[in-house]
């Protein structure tokens, strides 16, 4: 099976960060990666699909980059409602897989 | 409004089987391929299964393989998970989700969720 190991587990940071998490596939899955975000007591959320394009709706401030094995979740500038946990997904093949989740916190 | 609704969940006896169901609405549901994602108890999303727009291809997570079976009923716009053998470590809140649209590989990034239905395996 492919893994998807998400880092950090946890981000504090700050309203106005820049803020990046990483996830690391345990082999090539190509561009094939969603990023989602999810708040507590809801649903998860498609914020980024194919690796890096932004999902209708989803401000810019949220983008995605990488191939191959490792891919970027970046948040130019975190606003209040940003504070949430976000998962990557892979799917390629078969099956899907998610990530362990990075939980975003206010420092 | 485009939602997708499920229902079905429950306090089950390990060893028993339910079948919960998730109704889409306000969408073109058989042009949808259909999953379903559970989420135990403070833990993370765990991809379980996936039914192709017009139920053909089945694929599944190899901690459910043999034990879940997921089909729809276009129909009625309706997906179903049928859950045999059910464990203490069955517990979580099952969400059903689409999937990418025909003409595109089942197993793809998911856009629409549902709000989920929380099954507990427990004697």
């Known amino acids: 099976d492919i893994q998807m190991t998400q880092s950090p587990s946890t981000l504090s940071a700050s309203v106005g960060d820049r803020v990046t998490v990483t996830c690391r596939a345990s082999q090539n899955i190509d561009t094939w990666v969603a990023w989602y975000q999810q708040k507590p007591g809801k649903a998860p959320k498609l914020l980024i699909h194919?690796?890096?394009s932004l999902q209708t709706g989803v401000p810019s401030r949220f983008s995605g980059s990488g191939s191959g094995t490792e891919f970027t979740l970046t948040i130019s500038s975190l606003q209040p409602d940003d504070f949430a946990t976000y998962y990557c997904q892979q799917y390629t093949g078969d099956y899907s897989t998610f990530g362990q989740g990075t939980k975003l916190e206010i420092k | 409004q485009v939602q997708l609704v499920e229902s079905g969940g429950g306090v089950v006896q390990p060893g028993t089987s339910l079948t919960i169901s998730c109704v889409g609405s306000?969408?073109?549901?058989?042009?949808?391929?259909m999953h379903w994602v559970r989420q135990a108890p403070g833990q993370g999303l765990e991809w379980l299964a996936v039914?192709?727009?017009?139920?053909?291809?089945?694929y599944y997570a190899n901690s459910v393989k043999g034990r879940f079976a997921i089909s729809r009923d276009n129909s009625k716009n309706t997906l179903f998970l049928q859950m045999d053998s059910l464990r203490s470590d069955d517990t979580a809140l099952y969400y059903c989700?689409?999937?990418?649209?025909?003409?595109?590989?089942?197993?793809?990034?998911?856009?629409?969720w549902g709000q989920g239905t929380l099954v507990t395996v427990s004697s």
């Open positions: 989700a689409r999937g990418p649209p025909m003409g595109y590989y089942e197993v793809g990034n998911l856009d629409l």
């Open positions: 194919k690796a890096s």
């Open positions: 039914t192709s727009y017009d139920g053909y291809n089945q």
């Open positions: 306000g969408f073109t549901f058989n042009k949808y391929s």
